[in-house]
């Protein structure tokens, strides 16, 4: 089974400054995609940004990039220029294809609770 | 991106009684899932829904308590059935348009069980 460790509950950020988020996952699998998603308050779940795992150059989307470690399989995101729209849960996700439903699955981490300081 | 809306977003139902949640996509998707979220946790897998196919549900979900339609490839429905208390979360309807793309979901159904 694949697992997701996201070690970190509740972190805080002053704003404008930078914040890493952890995530681990354990897999036998060598083809999976890594994503994290945010939840704002609001609860509508926001892709923020995706890694493929053969690809080596690790993602970046304007303030949000991510640390791939594939070896060490390890998945944090950085979070720079932290501004007050940021304050979320952030979920870090695993997904490979599972040939027990024929289909992909997305398994997630229990998430860490990011709170931007003004 | 693709637009995913539910109804209702929230309700409020007595112990016994069954809800249908609905799932609308504006554009065709072969995979979807559902998810629930229970108060302040992750988001668990209820069961996969591809269209052509019967559900398949993970370990801990039965199709007689949460029956799944998917009668074509934009809409499908998750009835929650003789609700309890334990049942009150929020349950999330997720597309995959591609496997690179990951999920998209929809807003979400916050259900409340008395």
């Known amino acids: 089974a694949q697992t997701v460790t996201q070690s970190q509950p509740e972190m805080s950020v002053q704003e404008a400054e930078t914040v890493t988020l952890s995530c681990t996952y354990d897999t036998s699998e060598n083809n999976y995609y890594l994503f994290w998603y945010k939840q704002p308050p609001s609860r509508q779940m926001i892709l923020v940004i995706r890694?493929?795992?053969?690809?080596?150059q690790n993602a970046t989307e304007n303030r949000f990039s991510v640390n791939f470690q594939k070896a060490a399989k390890s998945f944090s995101l950085k979070i720079s220029d932290s501004q007050l729209g940021d304050t979320a849960m952030y979920f870090c996700?695993?997904?490979?294809?599972?040939?027990?439903?024929?289909?992909?699955?997305?398994?997630f981490g229990k998430g860490t609770k990011l709170s931007v300081i003004p | 991106s693709a637009v995913i809306s539910q109804k209702p977003s929230r309700d409020i139902c007595q112990r016994g009684t069954s809800l249908t949640i609905q799932c609308q996509v504006d554009s065709q998707v072969t995979m979807m899932f559902w998810y629930r979220q229970q108060p302040g946790q992750s988001l668990t897998l209820i069961a996969t829904?591809?269209?052509?196919?019967?559900?398949?549900?993970e370990s801990g979900f039965v199709i007689d308590k949460f029956p799944i339609s998917r009668p074509n490839l934009t809409f499908s429905t998750l009835t929650v059935s003789n609700m309890s208390p334990e049942d009150s979360s929020i349950y999330l309807c997720s597309i995959l348009p591609a496997p690179a793309m990951g999920l998209f979901f929809g807003p979400g159904t916050r259900l409340t069980v008395l």
């Open positions: 890694q493929e795992a053969y690809k080596q």
């Open positions: 829904a591809n269209q052509g196919s019967e559900a398949t549900y």
């Open positions: 996700a695993f997904m490979y294809l599972y040939s027990g439903a024929g289909s992909y699955q997305l398994t």
